[in-house]
């Protein structure tokens, strides 16, 4: 039978009728960018929405990450996770800053703050680590060495719109952070970002970055860059946030199908657990162990070739890219990121996404799981 293939994810939107008045709005108005209505209307009602002081837009994820490192006047290196998308890294770099890794825990996807210590030298400017698939960090204990050793945290919370946990919005957690709108991220503006903080005079500059350094039309205090969000991205986001509790509980259930259908499989373990009080099944990640008859990628191979086209998030790890090989690394062998980035498989979640796809899926990868 012929299927149609099924992606890792699927770009949730909002009906098209919806967004023709604000696109009507637009064109009457011809306020396109540069800080228009619709953008300062999204940058309060996500502030309301995530229950944080301060969203400053931006126009993607990886150019908040540059901006947030910039306003901070870093010198030196910034301590990271090398199980993340290359954006983590590179931004890192753009910044004028050098990365160190830092391995991630054994059962979590996230920065160990055990090894965290051991990385941190007179030279580190600041700790970035990375919310991995929307699931919190050990805030408490990385802001208790960042506060020892006096130095900023950022967190790269690119996968972590809306999460909630017990001490509230995630993205109240450290100085400043960094969430990506991305079409696959679980809220979309196509392409865009922010970040979040939680002073004024922070914002005020942050303003002035990303706005090639304009303080006022007479003065340039830093070399900013061009990274704002437009108006019909702006609009768009505050149409998508009225559709993101729908769609958000759709995620739900379909992770609830993938756990209950995966739960007992030998050799699988399921990646993503609801560590947040609230979190937002960003990604359905498993991962894939000696005990399971084939090995990761012969299941990855396995489920394209039956249209479940699965990515492994986050393989390689950004160390293993030439362009890293000289990072430091702690310790050198990064050795639960290396084994998390040869098991991992993404497996397809969006608010589209079909239950019988999922339990399909899930069929598949119990029947592989009887020894060959
Ligand atoms: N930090 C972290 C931890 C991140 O994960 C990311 C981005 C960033 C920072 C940087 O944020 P941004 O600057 O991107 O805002 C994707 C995304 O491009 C990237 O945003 C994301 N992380 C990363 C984890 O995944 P690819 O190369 O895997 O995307 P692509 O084009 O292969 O798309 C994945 C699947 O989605 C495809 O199977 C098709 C489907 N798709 C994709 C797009 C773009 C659609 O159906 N429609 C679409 O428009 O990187």
């Known amino acids: 039978m012929d299927r149609k293939p099924i992606l890792v994810t699927k770009p949730a939107l909002a009906p098209l009728e919806e967004f023709l008045p604000y696109l009507e709005e637009i064109w009457e108005t011809r306020w396109l960018t540069n800080s228009g209505p619709f953008h300062q209307k999204l940058e309060a009602a996500l502030a309301e929405y995530l229950n944080v002081k301060h969203v400053v837009l931006c126009n993607n994820g990886t150019s908040a990450l540059l901006l947030a490192l910039r306003v901070l006047g870093l010198q030196g290196e910034v301590i990271t996770t090398p199980y993340s998308f290359i954006a983590t ?15 991630i825990g054994a059962d979590s996807c996230n920065l160990n703050p055990e090894h965290l210590e051991a990385a941190i030298t007179e030279r580190t400017a600041a700790i ?67 970040i979040i903080c939680h002073d004024d005079a922070m914002r005020k500059k ?18 900013g860059v061009n990274a704002k969000l437009n108006e019909f991205q702006s609009a768009l986001g505050l149409l998508q946030l009225q559709h993101l509790e729908e769609w958000l509980t759709k995620r739900a259930e379909l992770s609830r199908l993938y756990s209950e259908g995966l739960n007992d499989v030998v050799g699988l373990q399921c990646g993503a657990k609801p560590w947040a009080k609230k979190p937002n099944y960003a990604y ?17 191979d396995m489920l394209r070739a039956r249209e479940v086209h699965v990515r492994r998030y986050f393989y390689p790890l950004i160390t293993d890219f030439p362009l890293y090989r000289n990072a430091r690394c702690v310790p050198a062998s990064l050795p639960n990121a290396r084994r998390s980035a040869d098991s991992v498989i993404c497996l397809p979640i969006y608010p589209d996404l079909l239950a019988e796809d999922v339990r399909r899926t899930c069929e598949y990868l119990r029947c592989w799981a009887v020894p060959k």
Do not use: Q
């Not at 498993?286 to 012969?298: F, G, H, K, L, V």
């Open 284 to 300: 359905f990640p498993i991962m894939i162990n000696e005990e399971y008859p084939y090995s990761r990628d012969e299941v990855v």
């Open 89 to 103: 890294g590179h931004a890192i770099i753009w910044a004028g800053l050098e990365p160190v890794f830092v391995d």
């Open 206 to 223: 942050l303003e002035y970055l990303r706005n090639f350094g304009f303080e006022d039309e007479t003065h340039i205090p830093e070399i």
């Open 128 to 194: 970035m680590p990375v919310h991995c698939y929307g699931n919190p960090c050990e805030t408490e204990a990385i802001g208790r060495i960042a506060k020892k050793h006096g130095i900023p945290v950022v967190y790269d919370a690119a996968h972590a719109f809306g999460v909630v946990t017990e001490s509230g919005s995630l993205l109240n957690e450290g100085d400043l952070s960094v969430v990506s709108f991305h079409a696959t991220k679980v809220f979309n503006t196509f392409e865009g970002g922010a």
